[in-house]
């Protein structure tokens, strides 16, 4: 099924959080997804996104750099399960190799680098909705706007 991708953005009161190692990529994805309504901020590396994660606006999803700095993909999606069993990320990667040991995480989607973002904008829309609207809501971190229960 698919989701128009505006549409649903301005429903989604999560942030979605931009990881990658390469600042222009970064900023080019947050201003591209922002043009479609989401709420997006960005880290550059594995502390940042740690950070982020534990503070800040509630984080809905994580689109996360292959090759990311700081750490090896799955270090990072194994802290990520450990702050949430069910956040989904996407992993934005070149090639399969680059996904490794986390091709079979649960709640992981992978989607090939490109300059056209439209494989990605739906695999945003898609985790999204899949995820809050499937009995699998997205658990916001606690403390923060939109977390579940409370």
């Avoid at 994805?29 to 594995?46: D, F, H, S, V």
């Avoid at 689109?63 to 799955?74: E, F, K, P, T, V």
Wanted: net charge neutral.
């Amino acid at each position: 099924m698919a989701i128009a991708l505006r549409e649903y953005a301005m429903d989604t009161p999560f942030a979605i959080l931009i990881a990658d190692r390469n600042r222009n990529v970064r900023e080019f994805l947050r201003r591209e997804l922002a043009a479609e309504g989401y709420q997006a901020q960005t880290a550059g590396n594995a502390g940042e996104i740690a950070a982020r994660l534990s503070s800040g606006p509630s984080v809905g999803l994580v689109i996360l750099d292959g090759d990311i700095a700081g750490a090896d993909c799955a270090a990072v999606v194994r802290t990520i399960r450990a702050m949430s069993r069910t956040l989904p990320v996407i992993v934005h990667v070149h090639g399969v190799e680059e996904a490794g040991a986390v091709l079979n995480e649960r709640f992981t989607i992978f989607v090939k680098k490109s300059e056209d973002l439209t494989r990605l904008k739906a695999a945003v829309a898609e985790a999204l909705h899949h995820f809050q609207t499937d009995g699998n809501a997205v658990r916001a971190f606690p403390g923060h706007a939109g977390s579940a229960g409370g």
